[in-house]
C-alpha cells in the first residue's frame, strides 16, 4: 500500500498524519473524522501555482465545491490561488473568510439574480457565463447597477473525457455550456462584445473529472481554439484568457496514475501555443481550476469498526460507523477506495473483507472485497483518498451527525469543523403551533414556526 503525502506508520504501529497519531486522533475528536493532510495541500497548491500562475495573469482558481470551509479558504488564499465558486453559499463561505474577492470566479449553470446579485457587489474577479439566459440576465444586471463586469464564456467543446459517465461534462449534450452546434456559441460572443457593461475576456470549458490521461485536455484545446479562430473571423474577437477547468484525477488505488501537476501544466501550455499559432491567434492565458487533484489524497477518513458479520461461503460484511453519509462516492458513482487498519497499519492483509456503512440501505459501502489484516470490534479503520467531493457531499441522512475535519501538520491538529451534534440536527427544524404543546408555547427553548 502506497501511503499518500506526511502518512507514515509510526514506531506503535500506529498510521500517523501530519506528524500525528491517528489512533490519539480518533481519541481526541471521536469518528468517524475527516483528516486533512495540510502540507500535502500546500504542495499541490504550490505545484499549481509554480506550473501556471508564474505564467503573466496565469491563474489557478481552487474548485470550491471540491472541499470548502472557512479555514479551507484562508489556507487557498495563504497559498495565492483564485477560487471557483458555483454558488452563492460557497461565495458566502470565502468572502467570510476574508477572501479577495478579486481572485474569485463564479461558475454554475443556473445562477439566480440574487446570486449575481452578491457576486456584482462583492467585485468578484468574474463571471463564467454558461448559457445565453445567463448572458441576458447578468447583462441586464450589470447595465442596472452601473458596474462593468469581466466575463468568460462557458463552452462545450463537445470532447468526451476518459471518465466516469457522470462526471463528464465536456460532451455536447450537457447541461454545462454555450453548444458549439447550431452557431449558439458564436452567437453567445457575439451578444457578449456588444453588452455595454461586460468586458468579455475569453472562454472557458470543463471536460470532467478523474482524468488521468492528457490526451483529453489536448483535445479541449483543439476544440476550443478552432472556435476561437471561428469566432475571430466573424467578429474580430480573439480570446485574452483560456480557462481549461479541472480534471486532473487522483490516486484512489493503485490502478489510478495521475500525471504530476507538471506534466499536465506542460502538455496545456504547448497545445494552447501550437494550436493558438496554427490559427494565427494570439496565445491566450491560461486559467485552470483544479479541485481533486489538490485536495483528493490529502483526505482521510477514521471509523470505528462495529458489527462483524460471516455469511458462509458469500462474504465477510465489516460495518463501521459512517458510510454514505460522509462518503456517498461508492453508492454514486462506484468508486473504489484503498483502507488499512489504523491501529495495525503495518500488519499484512491477510482476509478479504467489505466494509458496510451504517445507514439503512444496501447501497451503503464503503469498499468491497477489500484486502485488510483481521479485523475486531473497535479497529480503527482508514480510508483514504477521502479529500475530495466526501465533506463537501455529505449528508444527514438517517439523522446521522456529520463529523469533524481536522487539519493535521507538523503534529498539530485543529479544527477545520466541529463534529455536528443532536442539536444541530433539529436546529432548523419547527413544530408548527397547531402541534406544539402547551407547556412548549411557554418555552422559548423549543422552536415553534411563526
Ligand atoms: N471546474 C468546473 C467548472 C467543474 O465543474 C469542476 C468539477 C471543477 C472545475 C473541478 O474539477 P476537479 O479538478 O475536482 O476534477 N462529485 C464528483 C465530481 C464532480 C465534479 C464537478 N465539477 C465526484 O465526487 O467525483
Redesign the pocket.
Known sequence: MRLRGTARINARNHLEIGGCDTVELARRFGTPLYVMDEALIRENCRAYREAFASEAGGMVLY?A??FLTTGMARLVDEEGLGL?VVSGGELYTALAAGFPSERIYF?GNNKSPAELEEALAARIGGV?VDNPSELALLSDLAARRGQRVAVLLRIAPGVQAHT?EY?Q?GQADSK?GFPLVGGVALAGVKEALSASHLDLRGYHC?IG???LALESYRAAVRAMLEFAAEARAATGYAPEVLDL????GARYTADDDPPPIEELARTMRAAVAEEAAAHGLPCPTIFV?????IVGEAGTTLYTVGAIKDIPGVRRYVAVDGGMTDNP?VA??Q?VYEAIVANRAADAPSEVVSVAGKCCESGDMLLWDAALPPVERGDLLAVFTTG??NYS?ASNYNRLPRPAVVLVGGGRARLLVARETYADLIRLDLIPEDLARPEEKRLPAARQAP
Do not use: C, W
Open positions: 474548485a465545491k471540491t471557483d461558475n463564467v466516469h462526471i461534462t454545462f470543463h473529472s478523474q482524468i477547468g479541472g480534471g486532473l481550476e483544479p479541485g481533486r487533484s462516492r454514486l458513482y468508486a475530495a467531493y457531499m
